[in-house]
């Protein structure tokens, strides 16, 4: 559907198992988010991916940018067409996907902050991103996007955030295989695309997203939103991916949309 051309980039097509990937691969690019949203909007399948060396306006959650130098990170997104039922849950399952493809391809094993943050030893290692566009009720398009620190030396990070992130490289202490990350991440993102399928696949999801959690049962946790702080005791994540706090006598359910930060 997109030809090599330098507004699609270099596409390269290959099959997993279920999912045909169609990449198209930038030297640079404002966010792939935005690239793989035009892509949705012309039409484009799901599977259509798109990488880039380097991002120039990456973004994180909450409008945050995301530190996109050339050559150092994977930046990857995803059109996804799902139903309904299945959107709340792909955070979460992005999250497995790059959690395990870093364990795959390099052995390193990391954990899982609610809802978007792939940490190695407490410092954030990846993020996930996920947009939508919707037709009246009915979701026309998800871009789920995956940000990972592969090749970052200390100095690559800007200081503000230096004492908080980490990369392949530095958590492996061992030069970081790009392509071989890429390849694992689309093989996991197949498996838990296709787990979003039905019922059993999508407890699976919450039941391994909490195996992973840097939080246990009884923890006490901090939400931010828009106006306060809410302070509670962890009980898991909801069926529905919500984020499930005792607070007070009352279980309260937050969703990834409501809150600005977790602590």
Known sequence: MYPNSPEFGTCLRFRLQEMKFHIHKFETCTSTNDVA???ALRGAPEGTAVVADEQTAGRGTKGRSWHSPRGKGLYVSLVL???AAEITLLPLAAGLAAREAV???????ARLRWPNDILWEGK?????????GFLGNRPEYVILGVGLNVDHDLD???EDIRALAVSV???ARRPADGGELLRCLLSELEKWRTALAGPAGRAEIVRVFEAFSIFTK???VKVVDDEKTI???YQGIGHDGSLMLLVGDEIRRFSSAEIVGII
Do not use: N, T, W, Y
């Open 37 to 39: 949203r035009e892509m």
């Open 81 to 83: 067409r799902p139903a």
């Open 103 to 109: 364990e795959r391809s390099h052995g390193l094993s």
């Open 124 to 132: 954030k290692l990846g993020g996930i991103l996920c947009e939508s």
């Open 156 to 158: 690559d990070f800007p």
């Open 169 to 171: 490289h530095l958590a």
């Open 218 to 220: 009884g923890d006490s």
């Open 231 to 233: 302070q509670g005791v």
